[in-house]
């Protein structure tokens, strides 16, 4: 299995402009975490989906934030308008298991907002 | 009462020593407790993990020392290598609205020295 891909690895932009974050889970994994690190706060959890159903978005920072999956296999984080302070690793995660203890990170997307 | 507090924020070992990582919680309703390992540019990946149930974890030369009256819990890397300078978090899993929910520490930078 290839793991959870990510795209893009790496994003560059200017504030206010609209930055989309595309996640992969492993084939078979039903539940999907988006995460957000910063020196700052560490690993946050965004918001996390189970059978492509937002289960808990409590942790979306704020109304510029969203987050869709419109199917098993696919999975977007969307910031409009994007702002200096989003700048941090996003992951996204799949897990499998039921109590989705063994989380499965992908690679990570480096944003810049400048 | 959801934290979990990691300490050191950074550790350097010589090659062949012991590497230890501490954390502490407080919620006893936390159930799994693992330990994710981060190299540089990629995503944190489960390296062990251990139930309030048992005391002690060993895989190899990663061992999990748990005190659960203490409400803590290490992560022991017996002969460190330069392969193992990585991120360490420390996680702690709580069953709530539904879902387990990862709380992790705030990593802990581990360079080994050859």
């Known amino acids: 299995d290839a793991g959870v891909i990510q795209s893009p690895r790496h994003e560059v932009t200017e504030m206010g402009q609209e930055v989309t974050l595309r996640c992969k889970p492993i084939s078979g994994h039903n539940s999907l975490f988006w995460y957000r690190q910063t020196m700052m706060r560490g690993l946050e959890l965004l918001i996390y989906f189970n059978n492509n159903v937002p289960i808990d978005d409590s942790g979306m920072p704020e109304d510029r934030f969203s987050a869709k999956m419109p199917n098993a296999s696919f999975s977007t984080l969307k910031i409009q308008p994007s702002e200096p302070r989003d700048s941090a690793v996003y992951f996204c995660?799949?897990?499998?298991?039921?109590?989705?203890?063994?989380?499965?990170f992908g690679p990570g997307t480096r944003l810049l907002v400048l | 009462q959801q934290q979990v507090k990691q300490s050191p924020q950074s550790l350097i070992v010589q090659k062949g020593g012991i590497s230890i990582i501490n954390c502490a919680y407080e919620?006893?309703?936390?159930?799994?407790f693992p330990w994710y390992q981060q190299f540089p540019g990629k995503g944190p990946a489960l390296l062990i993990a251990?139930?309030?149930?048992?005391s002690e974890k060993k895989e190899g030369r990663f061992t999990i020392s748990f005190n659960k009256s203490a409400k803590q819990f290490s992560l022991h890397i017996m002969d460190s290598q330069p392969g193992d300078s990585a991120t360490y978090f420390c996680a702690a899993s709580l069953v709530g609205g539904g879902y387990n929910k990862l709380i992790f520490g705030a990593g802990t930078r581990l360079a080994v020295h050859p």
């Open positions: 251990i139930r309030p149930d048992v």
């Open positions: 919620n006893t309703a936390f159930d799994y």
């Open positions: 995660a799949s897990s499998q298991d039921r109590a989705q203890e063994t989380q499965y």
